[in-house]
């Protein structure tokens, strides 16, 4: 079984930068790490090959100067192989723009199973897995929380607000992958020695076969024109307790539509 | 010398602050309250130590350890050291003398101890002999193919969780120019031997959960094969494979200074009195300055020795600057810092009474620092002849 993961690497949230005023995105000229959401499915991809008994995960990431800080973590966690995707024109793309490119790198592997996390912890659009799987004509599953191969379909416990859906796809499928729902491993220190040689493959547009005016600045289909600080926090309600407190909670939590 | 970190060491540092961080940290105020490290929890780091591949970090990758270098092991030593000994300890760390196992010795104690199966500790101090240890007592008398060993130890770290000691006993004298002095062999001795007893040793005020026990052997008889090197070369054994030793307090008191630098930091960047920060005030800012230089320069003294050691060509002086040098700024960047803090650092919310606590025995274990001051001049002057 070969599954492909989806892996953002972003600016260490412990050393974010700054934004750049012209373009108001985030600049990524700081050394990039793999986001913590695309663990989960990273952890979910290794479990499954395990319990399958044969197959490989291969990663896939798109950024600037064919980075790979972020994708070392994921191979050192014990991910075979991986494709990183750089091109200067890929500078400024949008949710879209990225998953056009995620989806070809991707189709070349002839994966499987596709994993991705619910949403990046810099960019939080949540809509790349559902775009690279309608651009691959697949099937798409979001929110699992549990996913198995049996029978040669996917079964994938689908989180709600209520519980869960059980649900049954063909393969393959891409699936998004809540975070929380596994416990990623450790990069080890064996892990991470051979990390440095596990094969990266280095490809750009053209390899691709993507014409540069449908990605980057030139495709992006949405602009962001001003970024502000949130708002201060307001002070709570102060009640003080005259024996009716609890009725007043109450008819808060009421209003709320949380009771 | 290039300390500058490789991608690889700055992943494996990584990986054990987030180890420390999320299994370790969590339980510091639960042993400091208690004393123990309750046994579950014991068994659960170390499963969580053998699954992330970090236990036994320091022996070879070909045995079944995590391969690393000296250098990086006392990177890695220094990330550790964020956290208390009671708890670090699980992640172990066999002694490298064990690579000195022969024959079946490889099977019955070296790799099962790589694997977590087996857990050591090393037996050297006696209540008559600490930096003196060719006054030892216990000893060891062949009797056939046994030898019988009677005698007491004391301060034996983790006794507690080991199943096995290595252990350091008088096989006989030799004349010396300052007279008799014992010969030293080393033995790998099963605590189930009948005759070796385990015993609580006595309450210390630092490393809480971290337990010194005494251990009595009355006439135990051992088998020849247990012998570890060869008899009478006990010392040359220990000089090989403990050096290391050194380093690791070295390197651990580098991480605890980085856990008390940073307290007192943010505590000067952020308390105010007499209406502006307190590190506004030269009398705390300079008490930063000095504490920033002093880990500095431990830091340099221990990444060289330990890449000295990469290259064979680290001396015991170099081991023994490491360690004075390290330790001695432990004890005064812990100190610096609470005096930063006023009545807060003393009170156990915090971590620096613990650190400044722990910090203590550095400067007596693995050799107090008179004895590394020893160890620097003799090897400054016996070129001379002094």
């Known amino acids: 079984m070969k599954v492909v993961v989806c892996v953002k690497q972003i600016p260490d949230p412990a050393d974010p930068g700054a934004l750049d ?18 663990s989960y499915g990273v952890e979910m991809a290794l479990q499954l090959v395990d319990a399958a008994g044969d197959g490989e995960v291969h990663l896939v990431s798109m950024a600037a100067n064919n980075e790979v800080g972020g994708l070392r973590t994921a191979l050192a966690m014990g991910a075979s192989s991986a494709t990183i995707v750089s091109d200067d024109a890929l500078g400024g793309s949008d949710a879209l723009g990225t998953s056009k490119v995620l989806a070809a790198a991707i189709a070349r592997q002839e994966p499987d199973l596709v994993l991705a996390g619910t949403e990046s912890s810099d960019g939080y659009t949540g809509v790349v897995p559902e775009q690279v799987a309608e651009l691959m004509g697949l099937p798409s599953v979001t929110f699992a929380k549990s996913i198995s191969i049996e029978g040669g379909e996917a079964k994938i416990q689908r989180q709600t607000e209520a519980g869960y859906d059980d649900v049954e796809c063909p393969l393959p499928v891409v699936v998004s992958v809540t975070a929380g729902v596994v416990e990623p491993r450790y990069p080890s220190f064996k892990g991470i020695m051979a990390a440095k040689s596990k094969p990266v493959d280095e490809l750009d547009l053209d390899a691709l076969g993507i014409d540069a005016a449908q990605v980057g600045w030139a495709g992006a289909g949405q602009e962001i024109v001003a970024v502000d600080e949130a708002p201060a926090r307001e002070a709570g309600e102060v009640i003080e307790d005259d024996g009716d407190a609890h009725e007043r909670i109450v008819a ?8 | 010398m290039d300390f500058g970190l490789t991608d690889e060491q700055e992943m494996i540092v ?34 969580k130590a053998l699954a992330a591949g970090i236990y036994a970090a320091n022996m070879p990758a070909e045995l079944g350890g995590g391969g690393l270098d000296n250098l990086t092991m006392a990177m890695v030593d220094r990330a550790f050291g964020f956290t208390q000994y009671a708890l670090h300890y699980i992640v172990a760390r066999p002694s490298n003398i064990l690579q000195a196992c022969q024959g079946a010795q490889v099977d019955d104690y070296l790799l099962p101890t790589i694997s977590g199966e087996r857990v050591d500790c090393l037996a050297m ?102 012998l570890l090197g060869e008899e009478h070369r006990g010392f040359d054994v220990a000089n090989e494979w403990l050096g290391a030793t050194r380093l690791q307090v070295a390197a ?27 590190g506004k005030f030269q009398g705390v800012s300079f008490k930063l300055a000095d504490m920033t230089t002093k880990l500095t320069e431990a830091e340099m003294m221990t990444y060289r020795a330990a890449w000295k050691m990469d290259q064979n060509t680290m001396t015991d002086g170099d081991a023994a600057m490491a360690k004075l040098s390290a330790t001695e700024m432990l004890q005064f960047v812990s100190d610096e810092a609470i005096q930063i803090l006023g009545g807060m650092g003393l009170m156990d919310e915090l971590p620096l009474e613990r ?20 160890i620097i001049s003799r090897e400054i002057l016996r070129p001379l002849g002094a």
């Open chain 1, 21 to 38: 005023p012209e373009t108001n995105t985030l600049k990524r000229d700081t050394k990039l790490i793999l986001d913590e959401s695309d």
């Open chain 1, 252 to 259: 808060f939590l009421d209003d709320l539509k949380i009771l």
């Open chain 2, 14 to 47: 990584d990986t054990v602050r987030a180890f420390v961080a999320r299994e370790l940290v969590p339980h510091e105020n639960q042993v400091e309250a208690t004393g123990v490290v309750a046994p579950e929890l014991v068994a659960e780091i170390t499963q």
């Open chain 2, 125 to 226: 101090s006696e209540p008559d002999a600490g930096s003196d240890v060719r006054g030892m007592s216990c000893k060891a008398t062949r009797d056939g193919d046994h030898y019988v060993i009677k005698g007491t130890k004391h301060f034996i770290s983790h006794a507690d969780l080991a199943d096995y000691v290595i252990l350091f006993v008088a096989t006989g004298e030799e004349e010396t120019a300052r007279g008799p002095k014992k010969l030293i062999s080393s033995f790998l001795v099963d605590f189930d031997t009948p005759g070796v007893e385990v015993v609580p040793g006595y309450n210390c005020v630092s490393n809480r959960g971290y337990h010194n026990m005494i251990i009595n052997f009355d006439n135990a008889r051992v088998p020849a094969s247990k």
């Open chain 2, 252 to 278: 651990i008191s580098l991480g605890r200074a980085d856990r008390a630098l940073s307290v007192a930091t943010e505590w000067a960047a952020t308390r105010e009195q007499f209406g502006q920060k307190i």
């Open chain 2, 355 to 374: 650190i400044w606590r722990d910090a203590r025995v550095d400067r007596i274990w693995d050799g107090t620092s008179e004895i590394q001051r020893h």
